[in-house]
């Protein structure tokens, strides 16, 4: 059964901490995005990569790392130097111009 | 600035009658649209989409029009379940390659059996 996987559901960072959230696709999608979700604010783009080994910023990376060594994965780092990164994540994969596919999502708190 | 703009944050309407979901955009270079449902702690899912050589794309209850020169766009979905009650997005993207898409900022609908 194809898709994407996200994991944790729920993660919870203490202040100063950098945190990594997983992004696992077996729909051999070239391309991968990591969305944000704020209330009132809809899904917010912070990285997306086209291929392996290459990916670039979206509207709001500054705080955020990722890399894309391998087709079906592309986890996103939570560095301390985002100041609110209390949100709802997302991440998506699409093959050409098909409507993107998105994982059911990791809640990030902090404590 | 939001390049696509959903200016309903909720919408109620009754089991068995029509919803209709408003999107507006400002970018005049988007020729494709989509529409997205999700539901609570879960990730948005296709619905339905519309190129803009087109102004209308039906896909069983569920109906997108587009009005390229008011750069509106709707959907309806007829008649209304209870199952319908989520958050619904309009996106809308250019055509070709990996061109990022961009979200509105979503519509609650709720259906009231």
């Known amino acids: 059964d194809g898709g994407i996987t996200q994991s944790p559901k729920y993660l919870f960072r203490k202040e100063g901490q950098n945190v990594t959230l997983s992004c696992e696709q077996n729909?051999?999608?070239?391309?991968m995005y990591w969305y944000r979700q704020d209330p009132g604010q809809g899904l917010r783009l912070i990285y997306y990569?086209?291929?392996?080994?290459?990916?670039q910023k979206g509207d709001i990376a500054e705080g955020y790392s990722v890399s894309r060594e391998k087709k079906e994965s592309f986890p996103l780092t939570v560095t301390s130097a985002q100041k609110n990164p209390t949100a709802f994540y997302l991440c998506?994969?699409?093959?050409?111009?098909?409507?993107?596919?998105f994982g059911d999502g990791t809640r990030l708190s902090i404590l | 600035d939001q390049q696509v703009k959903q200016n309903s944050p909720s919408l109620s309407v009754q089991e068995g009658r029509i919803s209709i979901l408003n999107c507006d955009y400002t970018?005049?270079?988007?020729?494709?649209f989509l529409w997205y449902k999700k539901y609570p702690a879960e990730g948005p899912t296709f619905l339905i989409s519309?190129?803009?050589?087109?102004d209308k794309n039906e896909d069983g209850r569920f109906t997108v029009f587009l009005n390229k020169s008011a750069k509106h766009l709707s959907l309806h979905i007829v008649p209304s379940q209870p199952g319908d009650s989520a958050v619904y997005f309009c996106?809308?993207?250019?055509?070709?390659?990996?061109?990022?898409?961009?979200f509105g900022t979503g519509t609650k609908l709720q259906v009231i059996p």
């Open positions: 998506a994969s699409t093959d050409s111009n098909q409507p993107q596919h």
């Open positions: 729909l051999n999608h070239d391309a």
């Open positions: 990569s086209q291929i392996v080994n290459d990916f």
């Open positions: 970018n005049s270079m988007f020729d494709y």
């Open positions: 519309i190129s803009s050589i087109k």
């Open positions: 996106a809308a993207k250019f055509t070709g390659g990996y061109q990022k898409v961009t």
